[in-house]
């Protein structure tokens, strides 16, 4: 199944998951959202049962493109995590007449981020790129999940171990946008007519403050949620208090 349906609200909404998750991942927040929305998510290339990404392309460009397949012809409530959330934010900026709202969970466009967060995640992050060079994936995971994750990478049962090894390569595909901008997405966002949500979990990592407080400020229509006990994760974690904060903004609009 590369691609799954929740809900039976009257309002339509496209939900893209983090990096090395599935389309599954967001299966307690739908619960949660049942009544409210008509729910649907794809498996992003190389997650899932998605497509096989193509190595001679932006991996970014690719998700996109997957994700813009999926958007109905009205406008449609985005909500993004992670990865999934810098995807939703480029289908707004690209094509915001088809959003009617926009909900971001901890994007994480490091281009957004220039302070201290941003160094101290580049150092934590060291260590995988130093493992990813030396072909380690068990080691790169490892950093990986001990920033990013809610579990660590040896409490995961074999089967999962295996699905994040085999695709730990994906993170330097991202670079180019998340890293470098190559989308242009930061100089966009001022002119971001859509209304948007940027949520974070209160225990995050500092770079996540750093990207949220940039995206707030810049995007016009921006609104800051915090979630109290959570962390990067939150969507999963905290899927009853993720799903509260988008009915509330939604009641909003």
Same mark, same amino acid.
């Given at each position: ?8 609200? +009257?309002?339509?909404? #496209?939900?893209?998951?983090?990096? #090395? ?7 307690? #927040? *739908? ?5 409210? %929305? !008509? ?14 990404? $193509?190595?001679?392309?932006? =991996?970014? $460009?690719?998700?996109?493109? %997957? ?11 985005? /909500? ?17 007449? &088809? ?10 466009? =490091? ?11 580049? *150092? ?22 001990? /920033? ?6 040896? $409490? %995961? ?8 090894? $085999?695709? /730990? ?12 901008? &190559?989308? +242009?997405?930061? !100089? &966009? ?14 225990? !995050? ?8 407080? &940039?995206? *707030? ?31 509330? =903004?939604?009641?909003?609009?």
């Amino acid at each position: 199944m590369s691609v799954r349906h929740w809900g039976h609200g +009257d309002q339509p909404a #496209l939900l893209l998951h983090c990096t #090395l998750a599935h389309a599954g991942s967001w299966a307690g #927040l *739908a619960r949660h959202l049942a009544e409210h %929305l !008509s729910m649907t998510a794809p498996d992003l290339p190389a997650h899932g049962a998605g497509p096989a990404a $193509d190595p001679t392309g932006d =991996f970014h $460009d690719q998700a996109t493109e %997957l994700a813009m397949a999926h958007l109905p012809d009205g406008p449609v409530h985005l /909500i993004g995590h992670s990865f999934g959330a810098t995807v939703a934010l480029r289908l707004a900026l690209d094509a915001p007449e &088809r959003v009617r709202s926009l909900t971001l969970f901890e994007p994480v466009l =490091f281009c957004a981020a220039d302070g201290p967060g941003r160094a101290a995640h580049d *150092a934590a992050f060291a260590p995988h790129v130093d493992a990813m060079e030396r072909g380690d994936t068990a080691a790169a995971a490892r950093v990986f999940l001990g /920033i990013w994750g809610s579990e660590s990478f040896d $409490d %995961l049962p074999p089967s999962q171990q295996a699905y994040v090894t $085999d695709r /730990i390569w994906i993170p330097k595909a991202t670079e180019p946008t998340l890293v470098h901008d &190559r989308a +242009d997405m930061l !100089s &966009r966002l001022p002119e971001l007519p859509v209304p948007t949500l940027v949520v974070e979990g209160a225990k !995050s990592h500092p770079v996540v403050a750093e990207i949220n407080t &940039r995206l *707030a400020s810049d995007i016009p229509k921006a609104t800051r949620h915090f979630i109290n006990g959570a962390s990067h994760m939150a969507p999963i974690t905290h899927p009853q208090r993720g799903a509260e904060a988008i009915i509330q =903004f939604h009641e909003t609009l």
